[in-house]
């Protein structure tokens, strides 16, 4: 029997790439997955092949329709890692560098000289970003000036710039289409959130040309169509939705009014909070666009943190532990990191701090201290993290997160999602599926079909068990650790206390 209406949705992430095939009621029929590499080439750089990235998408495109086929599918989704940007030749479709992923510092030096300038102030208004290097747009004008007649390139209109949707929609297109959506484009601090356009002043402010950036689109467009030999996938099936991963998995969990903030652990961690209207925050979260459709944007607040899974992970091997599994299986050894505090600013600090130059730190060791009391510490810092931007949210909106909903690889730790609750004071509802990225594009991809998807529903809460006096003892101590990272006097800030 045909089963009609699928989604094909494809998660580009940073660690690995997956697809699923999707059913109306939003049911997974079929999944494939690769892993990733990441490269550090010097300190504070992090880049990615942007080709392997490419092949990793074929590679689990083609898993699926072997499968299943493709005659059932109706529609392909995107979602994908944010933040990080490939320049690449508009004739032959080949990348001329690597994709600078959101976790590179090289564009620091750029950030630094535009702040020193005078200009971090108009381009966070514009924006709704910090000026920092996480941010794409002096990611571009690092390529055009790294690489050899780029800039030459660029001005005669034979290159092509974009975040990992773009680059994938040129490619599964055969290069027909050289768009975006509103979600990606809110985060390359090129796109101004006011005018919803790309910015001439903001892309002189770069040096980055207008004519390399794609067509903005609403996230639920039908984008373009597949072209047979760009993939497994034959000619003619639409690409109906794309929409930057942290954005797709609040869609996924059913979030669609304020009063809910998610966040997503994966490599670094996002918080996203939907907010009535566009709002500027004065406590170093960003501001951005949920998603788009034909009705307007849908505004957010967003937190980034650089490092927080990712803190497991270099835990472990600093340990010699085989993996973040470990790594908890021995923190759960102890009952409290007996007073000491990793800062994972392995490159700088996101929000709500905006540190590029932060580097990570360990404070509160002594004779007593034991590997296990280390391994307790970066998960704690994980959670830590997570309660720094969620009281920053809180003032920034004047209203109380009533819970988290939380997903991605690092929720399914019951032990850190229960000092999550603690630490924060509020429950944690941690999503059934793991992919809720990938359900939230195939949900919004359905929706465009004229399909209503369900929300990923909850497997696990987490109600706070804590007491005040323990969980701001535990705040404290954190902040005078983040305080010594800074060089800032060792005082608690006021946006640290749950009460």
């Known amino acids: 029997m045909s089963q009609p209406d699928l989604v094909l ?3 580009q992430g940073t660690t690995n790439t997956k697809a699923l095939l999707v059913d109306a009621a ?6 494939a997955s690769v892993p990733n590499a990441v490269s550090y080439p010097q300190s504070g750089w992090a880049e990615q092949s942007a080709t392997a990235l490419l092949d990793g998408v074929r590679q689990v495109i083609a898993a699926i329709v072997s499968k299943a086929g493709a005659q059932n599918i109706a529609a392909v989704a995107i979602s994908n890692q944010r933040e990080s940007i490939i320049v690449w030749d508009a004739a032959a479709g080949e990348p001329i560098g690597p994709c600078i992923i959101w976790q590179c510092r090289r564009s620091a030096a750029t950030c630094e000289a535009l702040r020193a300038a005078g200009h971090a102030g108009i381009i966070e208004q514009k924006t709704g970003l910090a000026l920092d290097p996480l941010f794409p747009a002096g990611k571009i004008a ?12 660029a001005e005669a ?44 002043e903001l892309a002189r402010l770069f040096d980055v040309p207008l004519s390399l950036l794609p067509v903005v689109m609403p996230s639920d467009s039908r984008f373009g169509e597949t072209v047979a030999g760009a993939s497994a996938l034959p000619s003619g099936i639409p690409i109906h939705a794309m929409i930057g991963d942290s ?54 607040l967003e937190g980034n943190i650089s490092v927080s899974g990712q803190a497991a992970a270099f835990m472990a091997d ?9 790594l908890s299986d021995l923190a759960a050894t102890v009952s409290d990191s007996n007073g000491v505090a990793f800062v994972p600013a392995l490159v700088g600090l996101g929000a709500p701090h905006w540190r590029a130059d932060a580097r990570g730190t360990i404070t509160g060791m002594t004779l007593g201290t034991s590997r296990a009391h280390l391994a307790r510490a970066a998960l704690e810092a994980i959670a830590f993290q997570v309660a720094d931007v969620l009281a920053a949210m809180e003032q920034d909106t004047g209203t109380a997160l009533a819970e988290l909903r939380a997903d991605g690889g690092a929720s399914r730790n019951g032990f850190l999602m229960q000092f999550q609750a603690d630490i924060i004071g509020r429950p944690v509802a941690v999503a059934a599926a793991a992919e809720v990225s990938a359900l939230g594009a195939a949900a919004l991809a359905h929706a465009a079909l004229g399909h209503d998807t369900a929300p990923v529903a909850a497997a696990e809460h987490y109600a706070p068990a804590m007491p005040a006096a323990e969980r701001n003892e535990h705040l404290a101590r954190w902040h005078m650790a983040v305080a010594r990272t800074l060089n800032q006097p060792e005082t608690a800030p006021e946006r640290g206390g749950f009460r």
């Open 9 to 11: 949705a494809i998660d």
């Open 26 to 31: 939003g049911r997974i029929l079929q999944q």
């Open 142 to 153: 690092w390529l055009l000036d790294a690489v050899p007649g780029a800039r030459q390139r």
């Open 157 to 200: 209109g034979q290159l092509r710039a974009g975040t990992v949707d773009a680059w994938l929609l040129w490619t599964l297109s055969g290069g027909d289409v050289h768009a975006t959506d509103h979600s990606n484009a809110s985060r390359t601090q090129l796109f101004n959130t006011q005018t919803m356009a790309w910015d001439a």
């Open 247 to 300: 954005h797709a998995a609040l869609y996924g969990h059913g979030v669609r009014k304020p009063g809910m903030v998610k966040a997503t652990y994966g490599t670094g961690t996002s918080l996203m909070a939907l907010t009535g209207e566009r709002v500027l925050s004065r406590h170093g979260i960003s501001s951005t666009i949920a998603w788009s459709t034909s009705a307007g944007p849908v505004h957010a």
């Open 318 to 326: 600093m340990l010699g532990l085989a993996d973040a599994t470990a």
